[in-house]
């Protein structure tokens, strides 16, 4: 595309058919194309139109301003003038005496690439004096035409929408920087330009005087993705002098463009929710670390980038210049599951320079985001009580407790990741024991029985930002947790406790056949007997079995398969006895 500005040209010789002229003129005789009877002299110029083009929008009228090929002959078929020798087109005026009256006749109704033979009578051409050495008295004269162009004065830029698209987020107003390909042609077409050889838009501002009046002109209200054909008189193009070689003078310019893409440098990011979800209770703000998914494209359509091509979510702070500040902006306000479109102008992006072979210069940028989640580092978990038992509930979970409770487990779009019905049973765990993820530990403690809860748990109380094996990195989950049962813990260490004193000969009444050692069976059984009564009881959540198990080997200090009165020893006994080792 050429700036408005340009090169001085060589004012265009007029021809020697033109200059004639201007000093001879005669009076002519009414009618277009009709010959005198056979054998008479014609009485005007006959016309033949022998191609004519399938499109013809406008038709020469007087006054208009014309450029035309033309080869002159005599009858003969001998040559007196050609433009085409010259190297020069004729550029003038019709139909205000500049022209031999035939040929200003001739032109009369002709269309751009329209070839005539004008036959023109010597009383509409020279006459009965001719041109010294040039053209005889009384000669008929034989005019093969084509026409190149034709203007008026009056015309204005006219502009023809070949391709709307259906989406217009803006048109094109003066100041406005825009990106756009165009094939250039003069009016015959004949190409002279285009943006595709270069591999690249071309990039200019509107209405600042970059560009010639007429492209300023027809560019204005274009949407991006539309193509328009501008035709631009010379007056609003490059006038008289023409540019270079390439553009003659007085040329009438065609060009075909497609507006890729439109911005203002006082453009903000602009905001579009696609989809909002019901509930929404808390915005993302600056701080926040977000996961989403998103498709980049440029404004034409045209694809750059897409998250979902990497079957993961792009992850990162908002607010803290980790990505482009029109995305750090774009992305603040938005809630959980958000669908919403971000438009972003290149001094938000990567500007005039662009970035990679993808993202060209001065490019607009649309990012269509899907909101999967986002925390702060300093959240707690959220607890939501769904639903709680009728009966009064006199104890709740708690640390230490040994609970079974049933959970459903997702990320927050509904991605749906574990569940405890998927097993038949329900999950058991010990409070505080660091058995489950930090965030359920804290969910479930002060529950009652029977209750159901709702749990948000961010990262860090959760799987981190390395995830686990089916949770992606730095998820934030949602659990649906109902609290089946719940048994008092043991204290750490403990395999067992006692509800009351223990017995006072505890050795005697564990040596059940009364002599001086315990066997497993003893041990086993007597174990059984106090939990049965309701004396003591065992560690919950592991297998009752295992539990004596290991309490007898922790007894059996000799490991000869016996405890014997020196062996056995309370926990709290030895506990003591340790502090004062250590004393």
């Not at 005789?29 to 013809?56: F, K, M, N, T």
């Not at 009752?544 to 009165?565: L, S, V």
């Amino acid at each position: 595309m050429f700036r408005a500005g340009r090169p001085s040209h060589t004012v265009l010789r007029l021809p020697l058919l033109q200059s004639l002229l201007l000093l001879l003129l005669q009076a002519v005789g009414r009618g277009l194309g009709r010959a005198s009877p056979a054998g008479s002299p014609l009485e005007d110029v006959v016309i033949e139109r022998y191609h004519i083009p399938r499109a013809c929008p406008r038709e020469v009228q007087m006054g208009d301003f014309v450029r035309y090929h033309y080869n002159g002959t005599f009858e003969d078929g001998k040559k007196f003038d050609s433009s085409y020798d010259r190297h020069t087109l004729v550029a003038i005026v019709v139909g205000v005496g500049r022209l031999i009256t035939g040929m200003d006749r001739g032109l009369m109704g002709m269309c751009v690439n329209e070839r005539r033979r004008l036959i023109v009578p010597p009383h509409l051409g020279y006459g009965s004096i001719g041109v010294a050495g040039l053209i005889p008295p009384d000669a008929t004269l034989y005019f093969d035409v084509v026409l190149l162009d034709v203007w008026n004065k009056a015309d204005t830029v006219q502009v023809s929408t070949l391709l709307r698209p259906p989406h217009c987020p803006r048109m094109v107003q003066d100041s406005d920087f825009v990106r756009y390909h165009y094939n250039g042609t003069l009016l015959d077409g004949t190409a002279f330009d285009t943006s595709y050889s270069r591999g690249g838009t071309y990039d200019t501002y509107v209405g600042s005087g970059w560009l010639i009046k007429g492209m300023d002109q027809g560019l204005l209200g274009m949407c991006p993705g539309e193509r328009r054909k501008i035709i631009i008189p010379p007056f609003l193009a490059y006038g008289e002098k023409g540019y270079g070689t390439v553009i003659p003078p007085q040329a009438s310019l065609v060009f075909q463009v497609l507006l890729i893409d439109v911005h203002n440098p006082k453009d903000a990011v602009q905001l579009e929710t696609l989809e909002l979800p019901p509930g929404c209770v808390r915005r993302a703000v600056a701080g926040d670390f977000m996961r989403y998914h998103y498709n980049g494209s440029l404004m034409d359509g045209t694809l750059f980038d897409s998250s979902y091509s990497r079957n993961h979510t792009y992850n990162t702070y908002v607010g803290q210049g980790y990505v482009i500040p029109g995305m750090d902006q774009g992305l603040q306000g938005s809630c959980m599951g958000e669908r919403r479109r971000i438009t972003i102008p290149p001094h938000l992006a990567y500007g005039e320079n662009g970035t990679g072979d993808k993202i060209p210069g001065s490019a607009v940028l649309i990012f269509d985001v899907h909101i999967i989640d986002f925390h702060n580092p300093a959240d707690p978990v959220e607890i939501k009580t769904l639903a709680r038992p009728p009966e009064t509930c006199n104890e709740t979970a708690k640390l230490g407790d040994f609970v079974r409770y049933h959970y459903n487990c997702s990320l927050l779009d509904g991605t749906k990741l574990f569940s405890s019905h998927d097993y038949g049973a329900p999950q058991e765990a010990t409070l505080g024991a660091h058995k489950v993820i930090e965030g359920l530990d804290t969910g479930l403690q002060g529950m009652c029985v029977g209750e159901r809860r709702q749990l948000v748990v961010p990262p860090h109380l959760a799987h981190g930002e390395s995830g686990a094996r089916g949770v992606p990195g730095s998820a934030v989950l949602l659990f649906e947790v109902e609290l089946m049962s719940r048994e008092d813990g043991l204290p750490t260490g403990y395999l067992f406790v006692w509800h009351e004193d223990p017995p006072a000969n505890l050795f005697e009444d564990m040596d059940l056949n009364k002599d001086g050692e315990v066997p497993p069976e003893e041990f086993s059984t007597f174990i059984k007997a106090q939990v049965s009564e309701g004396k003591g009881r065992l560690l919950p959540g592991q297998d009752p079995e295992k539990t004596i198990g290991d309490m007898f080997q922790n007894q059996d200090r000799n490991q000869d398969g016996n405890i014997t009165a020196e062996e056995l020893k309370l926990k709290s006994d030895e506990d003591q006895e340790r502090v004062h080792e250590e004393l």
